[in-house]
């Protein structure tokens, strides 16, 4: 049979005792780094396990290995680094493997950094859009940004601390200007620490405090999403255009932010730009 078991996303102490107890009867284990996995069974007391890397690179050639493994009636237990397998981690092709051969498959579950951030953040948890890693640069990024920018729900994010900074300017430029933002760090360790701040103040906090751990992003909906050409007022698209100029973006940059913010023609703030700028 095959379990997929959730670890702890920095504290030991939310390790389940069925997780412990399945990790305990297993025959063998998948795990994303042996090394990793070798130092919680080791806390956990847990010895003479046989360890199996399966990660991301070597998942498609351990395919025929897993299959064996279960048709041989074994316990196969699979885990990642931290949290719950699948979750921006590999696990999802085990599941394919067992469903598509009827061999029977489970979860424990365990904490996730994505559902703890949500709990914490105090933005609307009601309807989540989970994306994890964007895109780490370029056009695929910011368009998927853009196209994220328009939904109501709330957007949760993972992201590197060396491209939090870089983040914050994306969101700006992509259509979230003026959204509530928390930014979720080291969760459940011991510098844990919920900043909550507006997308608009978030680079400059950044670059006065610069961001350290493993972070979630948790962005507000687009609240005047439905029904609505404008998503923001007037008013408020004033100070948008002055502080995406004053943030130095080049005037094609600022037409499209402002395009995205305020449902207009690109072309068409555009031209207005050029006319004042004269
Ligand atoms: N499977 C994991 C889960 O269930 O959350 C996620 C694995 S993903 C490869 C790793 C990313 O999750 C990190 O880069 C960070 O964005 C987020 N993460 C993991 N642990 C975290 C923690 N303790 N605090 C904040 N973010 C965390």
Known sequence: MLYLVGTPIGNMADMSPRAIETLRSADVILCEDT????????????????????????????????????????????????????????GEDLVTIAAENGFEVTCIPGPTAAMTAAALSGIDARSIHFEGFLPSAGSARTDRLAALSKSED???????????????????????????????????KRYEEVIRLNTEDAKDYFEKNPPKGEFVVVIEGNSASAGSESVITEEKTEELKEYLIKSGLSIKDVAKALSIATGRGKNEIYKELLDADR
């Open 35 to 90: 090394r990793v996995t070798g130092i919680l069974l080791n806390n956990l007391g847990i010895e003479g396990k046989k360890l199996i890397s399966y990660h991301e690179h070597n998942k498609a050639s351990r395919k025929d290995m897993v299959t064996e493994l279960l048709s041989k009636d074994l316990n196969v237990v699979q885990v990642s680094d931290a949290g719950m397998p699948v979750i921006s981690d590999p």
């Open 154 to 188: 709330t957007l949760i994010l993972y992201e590197a601390p060396h491209r939090i900074v870089k983040l914050c300017e994306d969101l700006v430029k992509t259509g979230f200007a003026g959204r509530k933002v928390a930014f979720c760090r080291e969760l459940t």
